[in-house]
C-alpha cells in the first residue's frame, strides 16, 4: 500500500515563502511522476506543477516562476518551493503520484 504525506503547510504574508514537502511511503515500485495540486474554498481542484523521474517539470500559469517543483528520488519526497504568495494561493494543496495516489493535503493559508 503506497502513503503520500504532505506538510510545510502554514499561515503565511503576501509575499512570503513556504515549502511543501510530500514523503511517500510503502510500496513503491517505481515514482514516473509527481504533482502538486490546490484546491481553494468553494473551487474544484487545479493542478499546480508536475515533475517526471527525469526532472522534466511542468508549472500551471498562475505559479510559473513563483512555483519550484523538486523531488529527492533517494527520500521519495517531492517538494514545492511557493515564493512571492499571493492571497489566491490560498488551499489545499496535495500531491499525486504517478496519476494515482492522493495525499490528504496541506493547508496554506496567505493573509495579513
Known amino acids: 500500500q503506497v502513503q503520500l504525506v504532505e506538510s510545510g503547510g502554514a499561515l503565511v504574508q503576501p509575499g512570503g515563502s513556504l515549502r511543501l514537502s510530500c514523503a511517500v511511503s510503502?510500496?513503491?515500485?517505481?515514482?514516473?511522476?509527481m504533482g502538486w495540486y490546490r484546491q481553494a474554498p468553494g473551487k474544484q481542484r487545479e493542478w499546480v506543477a508536475t515533475?517526471?523521474?527525469?526532472?522534466?517539470?511542468n508549472y500551471a500559469d498562475s505559479v510559473k516562476d513563483r512555483f519550484t517543483i523538486s523531488m529527492d528520488n533517494a527520500k521519495n519526497t517531492v517538494y514545492l518551493q511557493m515564493n512571492s504568495l499571493k492571497p489566491e494561493d490560498t488551499a489545499v494543496y496535495y500531491c499525486?503520484?504517478?496519476?494515482?495516489?492522493w495525499g490528504n493535503g496541506t493547508l496554506v493559508t496567505v493573509s495579513s
Open positions: 499525486k503520484m504517478n496519476s494515482v495516489y
Open positions: 510503502g510500496y513503491i515500485f517505481r515514482i514516473y511522476n
Open positions: 515533475i517526471t523521474r527525469a526532472e522534466l517539470t
